[in-house]
């Protein structure tokens, strides 16, 4: 058949022969919108299904906008009066988890702030009875604090059951137990290694036992400005143990970076047992001087404001072949005048705990929140102590350790036990005699103009590493 000769078919719809409703038209596309933000006509944006384009006109109008905000918000701040506003409250949470309230009376410009407490979601140990602490030292090859070991101690890696019965489990539990072990033993070797390094370096003719107690105060109030004129202080004298009340997380951070304390002392606390939280008490000795034996924390009998006490035994090496076992104690005693009696059982209790020590010398220091009038006092010497300052001065006159009262609230306390010798199998025949006591912190910290005019500090008021002067005292042991 020819090309030409081909029939005329008519093709027909195949939804209509089947019966079938022919599908919908697809629809059509979106058109593209104009939206209109303002009544600046150079701010449009114009907007479509799959993408959004902004002028380069409307984002140079937009940042010059921002930037008149700003400096508009700027002068608005530095017009700000505070005196003028109502009377307002302001809740603040410091970084150790404590909660203040300030209150800013209307029309005074007079504003007070009131501590309300821990946060509710802060969770920190407790420590409701006696409780064995290790000390820290600082490990410079794994550069961080860790529990202080002397060289001879045994080390024991105990391995924990198995997690699951399953075999796949056991065997990825093994595997995880096995990489622990082997980074424990590393640890364990590197802190072995600078503790065989640090005895080696023990001053076998060190018969000059010295001390630093101090409240460093626990108030922001310029905190580390007068921290770093309070380590200054520690650093010069360098005593064989230093013990600190009313210390904070805060200041146990900043303590703990000292590159002074890492190199020459061990720590009762590195931060992570919540000794000194919300505030407390912390012990720094000499590991050049000082064998630490045991170390507890204790909290007081009586006390309605978490008071408690750090009791410490060491070996003390005074002589190349001698040694003598001596125990102390650093406590905060309980505050307010209305809280005599507490501060007497508070006092005995520590005193008990000392004597069961068995130590041939004993000493208690810190800050006892009484002066030398009051009640308290008459319990001294019935617990056998001697008060260092009174062996050396018939008054109080030049012992003031409290600045915004009159009062020797700081003191060092310390006493012989002739009979230890005998009972703790030593052949300790040492002797005590007390050589030295001086106030330190006296000197005021040097404060720029700029500081000054934040915190509203007149240019001659003087400002103290503490609201208390330290103490510095030496025995000599014979």
């Known amino acids: 058949m020819n090309r030409s000769e081909e029939p005329n078919i008519e093709i027909k719809d195949t939804n209509k022969i089947c019966g079938l409703t022919p599908p919908p038209p697809p629809p059509p596309p979106p058109p593209n919108k104009q939206l209109k933000l303002s009544n600046n006509p150079n701010i449009i944006i114009t907007s479509s299904s799959t993408s959004t384009t902004t002028t380069s006109k409307f984002v140079h109008n937009q940042q010059n906008k921002n930037n008149e905000s700003k400096i508009d918000f700027t002068q608005q701040l530095l017009k700000f009066n505070r005196d003028q506003l109502l009377k307002t409250k302001i809740k603040i949470r410091t970084p ?7 209150q800013l ?34 490990c ?56 065989k390094e640090r005895e080696k370096e023990m001053e076998n003719n060190h018969n000059i036992l010295t001390f630093i ?17 309070l ?25 703990t970076s000292q590159l002074w304390v890492k190199d020459n002392y061990c ?21 050049k001087t000082m064998f630490l034996e045991s170390m507890c924390i204790c909290p007081l009998p009586s006390t309605k404001q978490s008071r408690k006490t750090l009791c410490c035994t060491f070996k003390y090496k005074y002589n190349k072949n001698k040694s003598t076992m001596i125990s102390i104690a650093t406590a905060h005693f309980e505050s307010l ?64 350790t409290y600045i915004k009262k009159k009062n020797r609230v700081d003191r060092i306390l310390f006493k012989s036990n002739n009979n230890s010798s005998f009972s703790n199998g030593t052949n300790d025949y040492s002797t005590l005699m007390p050589y030295q006591i001086s106030l330190i ?38």
Request: charged share 25%.
């Open 337 to 400: 005048d209305i809280n005599s009696s507490s501060r007497v059982r508070q006092f005995n209790y520590i005193s008990d705990h000392l004597d069961s020590s068995n130590s041939n010398h004993m000493f208690i220091m810190g800050d006892f929140n009484f002066g030398t009038n009051y009640i308290e006092n008459d319990e001294i010497p019935k617990r056998s102590f001697n008060d260092l300052w009174c062996q050396f001065n018939n008054t109080d006159d030049n012992g003031y």
């Open 140 to 195: 410079k090859n794994v550069k961080s604090w860790v529990p202080y070991i002397r060289a001879t101690s045994e080390f024991e890696i105990q391995s924990p059951p198995p997690t699951s019965t399953e075999a796949v489990d056991q065997k990825v539990d093994e595997q995880q137990q096995q990489e622990k072990e082997e980074k424990e033993e590393i640890l364990v070797a590197a802190i072995k290694e600078q503790v």
């Open 267 to 287: 720590l009762s606390d590195n931060g992570n047992l919540d000794t000194v939280y919300p505030y407390g008490v912390v012990v720094l000795f000499k590991f």
């Open 441 to 478: 912190g006296g000197d005021p910290i040097p404060i720029n103009e700029h500081s000054r005019s934040l915190e509203n500090i007149a240019a001659d008021e003087l400002i103290y590493p503490s609201d208390h002067y330290g103490l510095y005292g030496k025995f000599i042991i014979n």
């Open 96 to 102: 150790d988890g404590r909660v203040f309230e300030e």
């Open 105 to 138: 009376l209307a029309n005074s410009g007079q504003s007070f702030c009131e501590y309300k407490g821990l946060d509710e979601y802060t969770t920190t140990k407790i420590y409701n009875q006696v409780t064995g602490l290790s000390s820290f030292s600082y």
């Open 231 to 255: 380590f200054k202080i520690i650093k010069e004298k360098t005593p064989d143990i230093v013990c600190l009340q009313e210390v904070t997380p805060v200041f146990l951070d900043y303590l």
């Open 213 to 229: 107690t101090f409240n460093v105060w626990f108030d922001q109030y310029f905190w580390k400005e007068r921290a770093n004129h």
